[in-house]
C-alpha cells in the first residue's frame, strides 16, 4: 500500500536543523514553501521502513521472525535500506528495532556458519562485515530500540548505534557471548566493545562471553537508557530528538573522527579477516560446538 503524502518543511528549518526542533517544539506544522519530505512508507521482506511523525526519523524494523537472526537475506536487506535512507538527505536519524516479540536479534543466523562450504562462509562474513561498515560509519544519528534479547551478532548491532535505549525486563539479556558457542568474537567486534565500555570491562566480558541483564548493561555502559518495554521506542524517538538539534555537519564530523580510526582496522584487511574467518568457521572442532549449540536451542522445546 502506497502512502504517499509529501510534507514540506521550510528550508530555514533545513539549512538550520537545530531549529526543527524547536519550531515543532513550538508546534510548527505549517506546510511552507521548502523541500519535500516523503513520507512513504518503504522496505522489503525482513525490514520495514517508516517514517516517524517527527521530520527526518524514521524508524526501520527487523521482521525475520523467530528470532530475527541475521540470514544473508536479513543483512542484505538491512544494507539496501540504510543506503535508500542515507541517499534521501531528508532523514537524519533512524530508529532500530524489532518485530519479534521479546527478541531485539539472536545474531548471526547458525546456519549461515555451520554446515555450508567455504565459499558460502566467505559469502556470508562479507555480508556482516557490510552490515557493521556501513553502520558504524553512517552518517545518519542511529537508535537502537532493544526490545528483547540481544546476543552476539545482535549485541554488535546495537553497539553500532549511537545511542541504545534497552527495555527494563530481567528476562532480556545483552552481551558478546561468542565464548560460550567455542567460538571467538573478531577484532572488529572486540574493538566496538572497548569503545563502548573500555578495555577492562570488554575484556571479561568477551573471556566469560558475559550476557548482562538491563540492569548490568545499563551499569557496565552497555546501554544508555532503561524503560519500561512499552517505553522502548517512544524513548529512542525522543533522544532522536534531541541529538537532531545537534548541527549535522559537526556532529557527523565528530562521529567520523572517533570511529573511523577502528573501522579502517577491518577496510585495510577485509580479505584477510574473510580468510580467517573461512578457515575458522570451517574447522571440524568449530563446527561440532555449533552443532551441538544448535542441537541444545532445537532440544529446549523438546
Ligand atoms: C582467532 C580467529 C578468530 C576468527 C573468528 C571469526 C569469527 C567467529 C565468530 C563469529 C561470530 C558470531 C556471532 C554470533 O552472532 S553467533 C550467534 C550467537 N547467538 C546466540 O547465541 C543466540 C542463540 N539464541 C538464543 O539464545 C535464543 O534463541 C533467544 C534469542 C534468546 C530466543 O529464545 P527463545 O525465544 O526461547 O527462542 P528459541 O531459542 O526457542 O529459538 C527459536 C528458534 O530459533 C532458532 N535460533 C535461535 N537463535 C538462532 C540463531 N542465532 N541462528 C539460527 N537459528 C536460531 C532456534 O534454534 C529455534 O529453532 P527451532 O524453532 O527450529 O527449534
Not at 46 to 57: I, K, T, Y
Request: charged residues 20%; aromatic residues 6%.
Amino acid at each position: 500500500m502506497a502512502l504517499t503524502a509529501v510534507v514540506r518543511i521550510p528550508t530555514r528549518a533545513l539549512l538550520r536543523p537545530w531549529a526543527r526542533l524547536r519550531d515543532s517544539a513550538l508546534g510548527w506544522m505549517e506546510p511552507v514553501g521548502g523541500v519535500e519530505v516523503s513520507t512513504q512508507r518503504f522496505g522489503s521482506q525482513r525490514v520495514l521502513v517508516e517514517p516517524a511523525s517527527a521530520a527526518g526519523v524514521a524508524v526501520m524494523t527487523f521482521k525475520n521472525p523467530p528470532v530475527n537472526s541475521l540470514s544473508l537475506e536479513l543483512l542484505t536487506e538491512l544494507v539496501i535500506n540504510l543506503e535508500k535512507l542515507e541517499n534521501d538527505k531528508t532523514f537524519r536519524g533512524v530508529v532500530l528495532t524489532s518485530d519479534c516479540p521479546g527478541i531485539f536479534s539472536a545474531g548471526l543466523d547458525l546456519t549461515e556458519i555451520c554446515g555450508r562450504n567455504p565459499a558460502h562462509y566467505a559469502e556470508y562474513w562479507k555480508a556482516v562485515q557490510e552490515m557493521w561498515l556501513r553502520l558504524y560509519l553512517s552518517n545518519l544519528m542511529l537508535v537502537a530500540a532493544i526490545n528483547g534479547a540481544c546476543p552476539a551478532g545482535g549485541c554488535l548491532m546495537s553497539l553500532t548505534c549511537d545511542y541504545r535505549v534497552m527495555a527494563d525486563n530481567p528476562k532480556y539479556a545483552i552481551g558478546l557471548n561468542e565464548t560460550l558457542l567455542g567460538i571467538v568474537a573478531p577484532f572488529w567486534f572486540k574493538d566496538t566493545l572497548v569503545n563502548t565500555i573500555g578495555h577492562r570491562a570488554s575484556e571479561r566480558a568477551l573471556q566469560l562471553g558475559l550476557l548482562f541483564p538491563p540492569t548490568e548493561a545499563l551499569q557496565v555502559g552497555m546501554v544508555d537508557r532503561l524503560v519500561p518495554e512499552d517505553q522502548v521506542q517512544s524513548t529512542a524517538l525522543s533522544v532522536l530528538a534531541q541529538w537532531m538539534a545537534i548541527p549535522d555537519h559537526a556532529r557527523q564530523l565528530t562521529k567520523n573522527m572517533m570511529r573511523k580510526p577502528t573501522a579502517d582496522g577491518l577496510l585495510k584487511k577485509r580479505d584477510e579477516d574473510i580468510q580467517n574467518f573461512v578457515s575458522f568457521i570451517s574447522r571440524d572442532s568449530i563446527q561440532k560446538s555449533l552443532q551441538m549449540y544448535l542441537a541444545k536451542l532445537r532440544q529446549k522445546k523438546g
